[in-house]
């Protein structure tokens, strides 16, 4: 019984603790930061092997990834983002991002619209506040 324990331990590693993942994070987060986009991606790649599906921190491995030239690896990164329904205006900013780096214009313009649309819809400014006259 002892070795199904083993085999079950080896197919299912523990979880790394908490504060590892909130490490990893504020150190791609400072990398990022002090212009160390490369450093930043591999740990937030690293940290998505660990502790998979955290939509914040796909979104800041795709922002690496633009940010160190790899737009391509950037949507790949943004698509994982969208099948976990993570569909928010930073998403659309950094896909829009992303785009322009690839000269896909018009589908960059299509997503920095998304943006614009969503971070209006939800933070509206005082002009679009409905003033109750």
């Known amino acids: 019984m002892a070795s199904d324990a083993a085999v079950a331990s080896a197919e299912h590693p523990?979880?790394?603790p908490a504060a590892h993942i909130e490490l990893?994070?504020?150190l791609a987060f400072v990398y990022l930061q002090n212009g160390l986009p490369d450093k930043a991606a591999?740990?937030?790649a690293a940290r998505n092997v660990l502790a998979p599906?955290?939509?914040?921190?796909?979104?800041?491995l795709a922002l690496a990834q633009v940010r160190s030239a790899k737009p391509q690896r950037a949507l790949n990164t943004l698509e994982q983002l969208a099948l976990l329904g993570a569909m928010d205006a930073s998403f659309h900013l950094v896909r829009a991002q992303a785009l322009h780096a690839l000269d896909r214009r018009d589908e960059a313009a299509a997503a920095m619209r998304a943006f614009v649309a969503?971070?209006?819809?939800?933070?509206?400014?005082?002009e679009t506040v409905p003033t109750g006259r």
Do not use: H, K
Not at 53 to 60: F, G, I, T, V, Y
Not at 118 to 126: E, G, M
């Open 14 to 16: 523990p979880a790394p």
């Open 24 to 26: 990893m994070d504020l």
């Open 42 to 44: 591999v740990l937030l």
């Open 53 to 60: 599906e955290d939509p914040r921190a796909l979104l800041s």
């Open 118 to 126: 969503l971070r209006n819809a939800a933070d509206p400014t005082p």
